[in-house]
Every structure is written in structure tokens, then in C-alpha cells.
């Protein structure tokens, strides 16, 4: 079994549509479905049903405070106190010359040029 819906769409879209759907429904009913409505059709063993009107499931849950929540996970994850990040940076890059232009010991990276 397979099938085809569509959600709401423009006027272009609807002409379309309202062709693949079988001129069943008029253009308004492509262009004025409601939130969470469709214009379905099944086809099953290789023959198409008539289309029919359906009305979707909303989202299961809002998404109203989920940012927050997703930052305050991820922080409780991935994150690490800053003195502690760049204590390891410093290990990692071992001592420093005290010139900044340097990159390692007896190396100096490409300097721009001032014009």
C-alpha cells in the first residue's frame, strides 16, 4: 500500500494538485485546508482509490521552552568549567615563547603585509 497527500498550497500548486488528485475537488479545496487537514489518496495492488479529505494528528508535544531545556542539556553534557578548558588547551600547547606571533619555537607564521 502506498499513498499521496498534500497539505495546503498556492494557487499554482492547487491547479496541479487538484489534476493528480482527479478533478475531484474543486481548486478552494487545495488552496483552503485547514491546519492539520489533507486531500489523501491510497493506492494499493498497483490501483489508486478515490481521494478523500483527512485530518492529521497534531504534534505530540509543543515546543514552547524547549530551547532551554535542550541548552541546560547540552551544558550538563558537553560542558566543562573554563578554567578547566583552558587548562588543558595550555598542556595541550605546551609552553608558549613569549612572543605571540610565534607559533612553535624558531617559527613565525606569515606576517600580513601593510600597505
Known amino acids: 500500500m502506498s499513498a499521496r497527500s ?5 494557487d499554482a500548486d492547487a491547479e496541479v494538485l487538484r489534476r493528480e488528485f482527479g478533478d475531484i475537488y474543486p481548486l478552494e479545496t487545495f488552496v483552503g485546508l485547514d491546519r492539520f487537514h489533507i486531500v ?3 493506492a494499493e495492488e498497483g490501483r489508486t482509490r478515490e481521494p478523500f479529505l483527512a485530518r492529521t494528528l497534531p504534534p505530540i508535544d509543543l515546543r514552547v521552552g524547549r530551547r532551554e531545556k535542550l541548552i541546560a542539556r547540552s551544558r550538563e553534557k558537553y560542558a566543562a568549567p573554563r578554567v ?3 587548562a588543558k588547551i595550555e598542556r595541550w600547547l605546551g609552553k ?3 612572543d605571540p606571533r610565534r607559533i612553535r619555537k624558531g617559527r613565525i607564521p606569515f606576517l600580513p603585509v601593510r600597505i
Do not use: Y
Request: include cysteine.
Open 84 to 86: 578547566e578548558v583552558e
Open 96 to 98: 608558549r615563547d613569549s
Open 40 to 42: 489523501a489518496r491510497l
Open 6 to 10: 498534500c497539505p495546503s498550497g498556492s
